[in-house]
């Protein structure tokens, strides 16, 4: 995984439209001792720490990359949510 720039995250946390708050979004990626993990926030404003194979939100994550996460739901359609963009 790249190294995060704690300016850019602090720069995008304060832009007001950089969120999508009416859906399931991710808040942040990193590398943590047991690999990577990726921080989504659900519509409901309700935030979950999950790693590959993990069930949240209705969806297993199936893989989390370097600036996107990519999600399965209970149907088998595979979904990509990407970090906010500022």
Do not use: C, K, Y
């Amino acid at each position: 995984m790249s190294e995060p720039d704690p300016a850019l995250a602090w720069r995008n946390a304060t832009l007001p439209e950089a969120l999508d708050v009416s859906a399931l979004s991710v808040i942040g990626l990193l590398e943590a001792h047991d690999g990577a993990v990726a921080l989504l926030r659900s519509s409901d404003g309700q935030v979950a720490r999950v790693t590959t194979g993990d069930a949240v939100f209705g969806m297993t994550i199936t893989a989390i990359g370097d600036a996107q996460i990519l999600l399965t739901d209970r149907w088998g359609r595979t979904q990509s949510l990407q970090l906010p963009q500022g």
